[in-house]
């Protein structure tokens, strides 16, 4: 089931913020200064974000274990600074 209103896209599994969706149609249809704005909007919405806040804003399940994150913080330090 999908439902659109003004400022958000609302799937049965997800919330979509519009930035998101309109990137895919930008890219889509080609429109490269469109999707250019677009990804700079996304980059700034996660920008000094955690990753546990990253993942609510844009409804993603961590399916990683604690072993695995762990694992993963620890061979990428330098972005976790």
Same mark, same amino acid.
């Given at each position: 089931?999908?439902?659109?209103?003004?400022?958000?896209?609302?799937?049965? !599994?997800?919330?979509t913020?519009?930035?998101?969706t309109?990137?895919?149609?930008?890219?889509?249809?080609?429109?490269?200064?469109l999707? !250019?704005?677009?990804?700079?909007?996304?980059? !700034?919405?996660?920008?000094?974000?955690?990753?546990?806040?990253?993942?609510?804003?844009?409804?993603?399940?961590? !399916?990683?274990?604690?072993? *695995?994150?762990? *694992?993963i913080?620890? *061979?990428?330090?330098?972005a976790?600074?």
């Open positions: 089931m999908l439902i659109s209103r003004p400022g958000i896209l609302i799937s049965s !599994d997800s919330i913020p519009p930035s998101l309109s990137s895919w149609a930008a890219s889509y249809l080609d429109f490269k200064s999707l !250019d704005l677009l990804c700079q909007t996304v980059a !700034d919405m996660i920008k000094g974000k955690s990753p546990e806040e990253i993942r609510k804003i844009f409804n993603i399940k961590n !399916d990683f274990t604690p072993e *695995e994150e762990k *694992e913080r620890r *061979e990428n330090e330098w976790f600074q």
